[in-house]
């Protein structure tokens, strides 16, 4: 709970810290809910973490938004704020120590204008894995630390799941329209490997395939709060793992089988009609699963957790993870290794 007393301890951290590091946003869109917002609103007004409430030491000077007009935000962000309304990507990451990018197709530019010093980017590094590739070798030559990526990954885990060895197979289970790419990313933060080889299975054929393992899937499904079908009509509990019950739950299932390059693999599910959060399982010397708790709207508050990291990270210009991961991510959503 954000207090006065706590209020006022952070504004004098705040002021004790020294100068603060410059940030430019720049973004797709700010609307109410868009990544760049929720982020963005985090590193303008603070966020809660550990039980305090933190009121990063940065000042984010300029703003670049491509596509405004209605239910747009950044103008009132900008008036609130003090921050300057550019009127290019250059000019808004001209003199800025981080950039936070929300948005396809804008990161390229920030790295080739800025100077040495961090960004990151908000879902896939590029549209392509080739392009994602050569601006990370970009970022590297020009002394820039590239981060990228999704909220989740960084979410907590219930239970507080920690391997104990190395994975061997993992599988997540995931829903939503849309939200391949944050799925995978979530798998590649549990895998952590160069993908070798992954292939996407749709429709009736995702049941049959024996692509995935079924006691990787029900150890997931164990995890899920958000179980759908008879438990939201009149409360009663249900296997998920029943004879034909995701069939009939799941209108559109989607399969994405990989293999990596030490001969490690993984599987992702998205079975929207069955459940409405990420779950995973990963074999070790037993099976470990989980479930990364993923704040409701409109609170959203394991972007909290995101928003600490990038604000680590423009404080000491080291990456808040790697980008490898979300590379292989984005690498897969585009069919680079089929």
Known sequence: MLTRRLFLQSGAAFAAAGKPKQVAIVADSYRALSPAQVLGDHLLAGYPHDGEWLRPNLKVAAMFVARRGEGDLSAERAREFGIAAAASVAEAVKGADGVLVAGAGLLEECVQKMKPGAVFQYGPVAESFDRAKKIAALARRRGIALSAGTATPFAYRLPDTKLDGPAREALVAAYGEGQEFEALDVLQSLVEREVQ??????????????????????????????????????????????????????????????????GTKASLLMLSGAIRDFTFAVRTSGIRSGQFLRGPEPALTHYSLLVHKIVQMFETGRPARGVEGPLMAGGILQGAFT
Not at 228 to 246: C, F, H, K, S
């Open 197 to 262: 080889k992954a292939r996407w299975v749709e429709g009736a054929e995702v049941w049959t395939s024996g692509a995935y393992s079924k006691d990787l899937l029900a150890a997931a499904l164990s995890r899920s709060d958000t179980p759908l079908g008879l438990t939201v009509e009149d409360g009663r509990t249900q296997n998920l793992m029943a004879p034909g019950l995701l069939q009939s739950l799941v209108a559109k299932p989607k399969l994405c089988a990989i293999e990596y390059r030490d």
